[in-house]
Nanobody, 125 residues
């Protein structure tokens, strides 16, 4: 299973980077999705990065476009979610997930087979 790390409490405007470690090798064949469950809301996809067959394309929801960056280091079996200019609305539990499918990365949860346990991100002054 993937394992997220890097969550915590930050102030509005600050940055935080989450990591997602995955022991199943080789990571390069897997798309990595990042999801968020905000308090009182449904889980939503916020970004993803395709595997090698999808040319590592990335996708984001509008609310994080230009602020969040999804990346991967296949040699380290790790994915990253860099979050900049964090806002209170970004508060929630963040999950990473892995999709062994080929091509572009999906922005829907049911396409992902392996899920992490989640890490809490709180943005508050």
């Amino acid at each position: 299973q993937p394992v997220e790390s890097g969550g915590g409490l930050v102030q509005p405007g600050e940055s935080l980077t989450l990591s997602c470690s995955f022991s199943r090798y080789p990571l390069r064949h897997y798309a990595i999705g990042w999801f968020r469950r905000a308090p009182g809301k449904e889980r939503e996809a916020i970004g993803c990065i395709a595997g090698s067959s999808g040319e590592e394309n990335t996708h984001y929801i509008d609310s994080v476009k230009g602020r969040f960056i999804v990346s991967r280091a296949n040699e380290k079996n790790t994915g990253y979610l860099q979050m900049n200019r964090l806002q209170s609305d970004d508060t929630g539990v963040y999950y990473c997930a892995m999709d062994p499918g080929t091509g572009d990365c999906p922005m829907v949860a049911n396409e992902y087979h392996y899920w992490g346990q989640g890490t809490q991100v709180t943005v508050s002054s």
